[in-house]
């Protein structure tokens, strides 16, 4: 019996900004990455995925940066 390995490309967008704009900085790079996820998927056949982790300069971060540090695999 073969079991498929299941593939995923996660893109991880990185980037530290004023306080003022961080929740729209994650959803510029979210955007910006979502059209080479979707070329990532059709050529490689591959699951693909945008995560943003995004901070600002004083350490002001977004409410979903731990869901977004958790989707991230290995330990880090």
Known sequence: ???K???MCILIAV??????????KEAEKK????SSCIEIE???NLECKVIAVI????????KGL???MDAIPRKH
Do not use: F, H, P
């Open 1 to 3: 019996m073969k079991i």
């Open 5 to 7: 390995k299941e593939e």
């Open 15 to 24: 980037a530290i900004t004023a306080d003022r704009n961080v929740v729209q």
């Open 31 to 34: 955007l910006k990455y979502k």
């Open 42 to 44: 059709r050529m490689w």
């Open 55 to 62: 901070t600002g300069v004083t350490g002001i971060v977004t």
């Open 66 to 68: 731990r869901k977004n």
